[in-house]
C-alpha cells in the first residue's frame, strides 16, 4: 500500500507558479479566492493538513490549531507574524516560519516613498488637480515639507528601519531611531543613525517612520501623549502595523493642524479604515502594500514554500527551514517530522 502524501492548506491565492512547486512531494489545497476565513474554517482546513500556507489574513492560534493533530508546520507568507499565536504553536509542536530578508528593501523604497508622499503632499495635489480645482497656477499652492536636512526618527530599527536610513543619506538627512536595543556601533556609523529615547525621537523628528514590530506591549504607542510630543510641522509614516498607533488620536491630531501630515499603508482594522481618517485630506493612504513589487512578492511566496518544504522533512533543506520563528518547535516535533541530515 502507499504511504499517503503529506497535505498542504495554502489560504490565499499566491502565485500558482510558485506555490505548484509544492506539488513534487505533496497534495495541495489551494483557495481559489482572496478569502476572509473565519476561524471555524481556518480550523476546518487545517484539521486534515501537515502544513499551511498563510497570510496575514489568517489569524492562527490556539482554537484552529486544537483539532489538528497532523499539523506540523505554518509557513507565513509575511515578514511580521502577530497573526499567528507563536506560543500556542510552540506548545502545539507546531513550527512556524516567516518571510524577512527577501522583502527589506521594497519595503524601505516603499516606506521612504510613502513618507514623501505625505510630506510633498502628493496623493492631496493629484486629488485636487483631478476634482478640477487648479484654475491657475498659484506660489502658494500645495505647499509642503521638505526631507532633505530634515530629521529622521526611525522607530525600530530592524532591518527595514536600517534600509530606509540607508536611503535618508541620499536625501542628506539627520536620522536619529529608537528601538528595543541599541545597534552596535559600527552599523550606527554604516546607518548614521544616533539612538536616542522615545521621547526624543517623537519630540526632535521631522519625519517619523514607524517600522517596529507589532506586540500587545507597543498596541497605541503612538497616542495622543506620543503625538502631543512631536512638532506640528512633523509627519507620521506607518509601514509597522495599524494597532500600534490610535488611530482617533491620529485624525484628531491631523485634523486640528496638531501635526501635518502622516502616510498609513496599515490599520487597527484593516481592511476596514477608520472613516475619520478617510475624511482627512492630509493623509496619504495605502492598502498595506509595502512590499509589493511583483519580484519580492513571489520572492516572499518562495521563501515560504522552500521553509515549509523543509519544515515538513523534504527537498534540499530538509530538517532545517530558513527561516524559523521558533525553532524551539522542532525539538519538540510531532511523531512523524521526518527529520533532514
Ligand atoms: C507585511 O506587512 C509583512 O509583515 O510582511
Redesign the pocket.
Known amino acids: 500500500m502507499t504511504e499517503a502524501r503529506p497535505r498542504i492548506w495554502v489560504s490565499q491565492p499566491l502565485f500558482p507558479d510558485v506555490v505548484g512547486r509544492l506539488r513534487e512531494y505533496f497534495d495541495v489545497v489551494e483557495t481559489a479566492q482572496v478569502t476572509r476565513h473565519a476561524p471555524a474554517q481556518i480550523a476546518a482546513a487545517l484539521a486534515a493538513c501537515d502544513g499551511a500556507l498563510v497570510t496575514?489574513n489568517d489569524r492562527i492560534g490556539a482554537p484552529e490549531v486544537a483539532g489538528a493533530p497532523r499539523l506540523r508546520a505554518i509557513a507565513n507568507v509575511?515578514?511580521?507574524y502577530n497573526n499567528l499565536d507563536i506560543a500556542a504553536l510552540t506548545d502545539a509542536g507546531i513550527l512556524a516560519t516567516n518571510?524577512p530578508d527577501v522583502?527589506t528593501e521594497t519595503t524601505a523604497d516603499f516606506g521612504f516613498a510613502l513618507m514623501m508622499a505625505a510630506a510633498r503632499r502628493i496623493t492631496e495635489a493629484e486629488r485636487w488637480l483631478r476634482d478640477g480645482q487648479w484654475r491657475q497656477w498659484s506660489f502658494e499652492t500645495m505647499l509642503g515639507m521638505d526631507l532633505h536636512r530634515a530629521t529622521l526618527g526611525i522607530l525600530g530599527m530592524g532591518r527595514i528601519g536600517q534600509g530606509i536610513a540607508r536611503r535618508a543619506a541620499g536625501f542628506d538627512m539627520r536620522v536619529l531611531y529608537h528601538n528595543r536595543s541599541r545597534l552596535p556601533e559600527s552599523l550606527e556609523r554604516e546607518c548614521r543613525a544616533g539612538y536616542v529615547d522615545f521621547d526624543t525621537l517623537l519630540a526632535q523628528a521631522d519625519h517619523l517612520l514607524l517600522v517596529l514590530p507589532y506586540s500587545p506591549q507597543v498596541h497605541h504607542l503612538i497616542d495622543a501623549a506620543a503625538l502631543a510630543k512631536m512638532k506640528p510641522t512633523a509627519t507620521l509614516t506607518n509601514i509597522a502595523r495599524g494597532g500600534i498607533v490610535d488611530e482617533d488620536a491620529l485624525a484628531d491630531a491631523l485634523g486640528s493642524g496638531r501635526l501635518a501630515a502622516a502616510g498609513l499603508d496599515?490599520y487597527e482594522g484593516e481592511p476596514a479604515v477608520n472613516p475619520r481618517l478617510l475624511a482627512l485630506r492630509n493623509v496619504v493612504l495605502t492598502p498595506?502594500i509595502?512590499?509589493g513589487s511583483l519580484a519580492t512578492r513571489r520572492a516572499m511566496v518562495a521563501l515560504a514554500v522552500d521553509n515549509l518544504t523543509a519544515a515538513l522533512g523534504v527537498g534540499p533543506d530538509a530538517g532545517r527551514p530558513p527561516t524559523p520563528i521558533n525553532a524551539a518547535a522542532l525539538a519538540q516535533a510531532k511523531p512523524g517530522l521526518k527529520r533532514g541530515a
Request: hydrophobic share 50%; proline share 0%.
Open positions: 496575514l509575511g515578514v511580521g518571510t522583502l496599515v498595506h509595502a512590499s
